[in-house]
C-alpha cells in the first residue's frame, strides 16, 4: 500500500495524488475493516472467572455457602469480643488473660469475681456482656452452656505522659499505660470416642491416673500455688 502511494505521488499531479491518496485510504481501511470482522466471527469470548468481580459470573452458587477448613469439616462459630482502653499496664492484664484462658464462660466470670485484681472487675463484667451477646444475637445464636473461652491476649493503648517534679526546680516524665483485653468465645464440642475401642474397665491394681483429693493441711505453707481458685 505504502509502496503505491509512493509512485502515485512521483508520477501524478497534486489534484490527481489527493485523489488516488484518498482511494488509497479508503482501500486500506476497507481491507482492514473486513480483517477484524473476519477475526471477530472467529474469535470466542473469554469469559473471565469470578474472583475479581462478581458481574462475570453467576454468583448464586457461591452465596449462603459454609465455609469450610481443610479437611472438608464446617468451621465453628466464635464471637469475638474486646474492652475498651483503661488504665492499666499490658504486664498486668496478660496475667489475667492467662487465667481466664481454654476456662468455660461461668467459670471464667467467677474466677474474675473473686479475683484481687483490679482490672478483675472490668473484665467479669466484659464476659457478662459477650456471653449475653453472643447467645442473644441471631447471627450468632449459640449456646450459653457450651461457650468457653478459646483465645485471650492483650493490647496496648496509649501512654499518657504526666509532668514528675523533682528536686531544684527539675521536673520529669510519668507515663501512664492503657490497655485492653480482647478474647474469642466458642462452643465447647463433645470428644467423639473411636469406634471399636472399648473403655478401660476399673480394676484394682491399675495406675489411677486421677489424683485422689486430700484435706489442706493449714499448718503447711503452700508453694507455687495455682493462678485458679479451687473451692
Known amino acids: 500500500m505504502f509502496g503505491a502511494l509512493k509512485s502515485a505521488l512521483r508520477t501524478q499531479q497534486p489534484t490527481s495524488t489527493l485523489r488516488s491518496l484518498n482511494q488509497v485510504t479508503t482501500r486500506g481501511f476497507q481491507v482492514?475493516?473486513?480483517?477484524?470482522?473476519?477475526?471477530?466471527?472467529?474469535?470466542?469470548?473469554?469469559?473471565?472467572?469470578?474472583?475479581?468481580?462478581s458481574l462475570f459470573g453467576d454468583v448464586s452458587s457461591h452465596v449462603n455457602q459454609v465455609p469450610v477448613e481443610q479437611g472438608g469439616k464446617a468451621t465453628a462459630k466464635e464471637y469475638q469480643f474486646s474492652t475498651a482502653n483503661f488504665k492499666t499496664s499490658t504486664k498486668k492484664l496478660r496475667l489475667l488473660a492467662n487465667q481466664i484462658k481454654g476456662l468455660d464462660i461461668q467459670n471464667a466470670i467467677n474466677q474474675m469475681e473473686f479475683s484481687q485484681k483490679r482490672p478483675g472487675k472490668r473484665i467479669m463484667n466484659t464476659l457478662a456482656f459477650a456471653r449475653t451477646n453472643a447467645t442473644t444475637q441471631e447471627k450468632y445464636a449459640m449456646d450459653a452452656g457450651k461457650l468457653y473461652v478459646d483465645r485471650a491476649w492483650v493490647g496496648k493503648g496509649i501512654y499518657h505522659r504526666r509532668i514528675k517534679t523533682h528536686?531544684?526546680?527539675?521536673?520529669?516524665?510519668?507515663?501512664?499505660?492503657?490497655?485492653h483485653l480482647k478474647f474469642t468465645l466458642k462452643e465447647r464440642?463433645?470428644?467423639?470416642?473411636?469406634?471399636?475401642?472399648a473403655t478401660r474397665r476399673d480394676?484394682?491394681?491399675w495406675k489411677q491416673t486421677k489424683k485422689v483429693w486430700m484435706p489442706l493441711i493449714e499448718d503447711k505453707p503452700i508453694y507455687n500455688p495455682s493462678r485458679l481458685y479451687n473451692w
Open 189 to 197: 464440642v463433645p470428644e467423639v470416642k473411636e469406634a471399636g475401642r
Open 167 to 179: 528536686a531544684r526546680g527539675k521536673f520529669g516524665v510519668m507515663h501512664h499505660p492503657t490497655a
Open 32 to 53: 482492514m475493516a473486513a480483517r477484524f470482522a473476519e477475526q471477530k466471527n472467529t474469535m470466542t469470548p473469554i469469559k473471565p472467572e469470578l474472583g475479581a468481580s
Open 203 to 205: 480394676i484394682r491394681g
